[in-house]
């Protein structure tokens, strides 16, 4: 399994590596993806002031997916937005029936591209306004083959549905019971 994470200038810390660490750790190939390059050819920062570099450009990447993922934060999902390859991407994954993902701001995004039309999502609090779609407030939220949260305090539950969608529920279970911190049997 192979999921892709698209990150813009901008994008929410927590949201994008909480998601990213409980992909690898189910054994998930996570492929680390720059929609633009103001800062350096291949280094992000992120909306708290973490540069992160080694990525891969979007425009460069043709190889097929399982999952995109798109963190939220302010600047970065306005960023996004500004991206043609995030709508490449999008328009591939949704083509494809790829699962697509998105948390906090990021689910903005899929609704302004309409693909929250009769949809059930969530996402932060006011980031639904203008948004053509069924809002639940939920925090976590699967319709099909969207998966949305709330917010980056759910950034791990969204991982694990992530992983449950595409591995099954006992490998999200068993991540679960790796990162929870209690010795159970």
């Known amino acids: 399994m192979r999921a892709v994470i698209l990150y813009a200038n901008g994008f929410e810390d927590v949201e994008a590596i909480a998601t990213r660490d409980v992909l690898v750790r189910a054994g998930i190939e996570v492929v680390d993806l720059l929609t633009e390059n103001i800062y350096s050819e291949f280094e992000v920062k992120s909306s708290h002031g973490l540069f992160l570099n080694r990525f891969n450009k979007a425009s460069d990447f043709n190889i097929d997916f399982d999952a995109l993922i798109l963190p939220g934060g302010g600047l970065g999902v306005k960023n996004l937005l500004a991206s043609l390859e995030t709508k ?85 279970d068993s991540v679960y019971k790796q990162i929870e911190g209690l010795n159970r049997k």
């Open 88 to 172: 490449r991407l999008l328009d591939t994954a949704f083509k494809k029936q790829k699962l697509v993902c998105a948390i906090c701001a990021a689910p903005m995004v899929l609704g302004k591209y309409g693909y929250l039309k009769n949809k059930k999502y969530t996402c932060f609090a006011g980031c639904n306004e203008g948004i053509d779609g069924d809002f639940t407030a939920k925090e976590v939220e699967i319709d099909g083959n969207i998966i949305t949260a709330r917010s980056m305090l759910y950034s791990v539950p969204f991982g694990l549905a992530i992983i449950e969608r595409l591995l099954g529920k006992t490998i999200s």
